[in-house]
Nanobody, 126 residues
Framework: QVQLVESGGGVVQAGDSLRLSCATS????????MAWFRQAPGKERDFVAA????????YYSDSVKGRFTISRDNAKTTMYLQMNSLKTEDTAVYYC???????????????????WGQGTQVTVSS
């Protein structure tokens, strides 16, 4: 079983920065894809960013492109999401998700990922 644990959420003001972490443990997937999704109250879980774990290619939603950066540590056990210039509309629970390698078109849908963490709350106040 793959375990994912998110951390780093909090309450910040608009314009501030936060860095989320996703620690992985347990079974290692072969050539996985990893991603961040977020879900605001009453809304669907939306794609934020993804990374091809082996090659390091990254993908972003238009709403966060240029403000957020997805990365990983050298040991490939922890994924990060650096969030800069935060906006009130970034308020959500942020989830780390992973699955075996998928087609590019599948990266943006949470339903395609087989493993996810418990989430970490990010609240951005004006």
């Amino acid at each position: 079983q793959v375990q994912l644990v998110e951390s780093g959420g909090g309450v910040v003001q608009a314009g501030d920065s936060l860095r989320l972490s996703c620690a992985t443990s347990g079974r290692t997937l072969s050539n996985p894809d990893m991603a961040w999704f977020r879900q605001a109250p009453g809304k669907e879980r939306d794609f934020v960013a993804a990374m091809r774990w082996s090659g390091g290619h990254t993908y972003y939603s238009d709403s966060v492109k240029g403000r957020f950066t997805i990365s990983r540590d050298n040991a490939k056990t922890t994924m990060y999401l650096q969030m800069n210039s935060l906006k009130t509309e970034d308020t959500a629970v942020y989830y780390c998700e992973t699955n075996g390698r998928m087609a590019l078109a599948a990266l943006g849908s949470a339903a395609n990922y087989g493993y996810w963490g418990q989430g970490t709350q990010v609240t951005v106040s004006s």
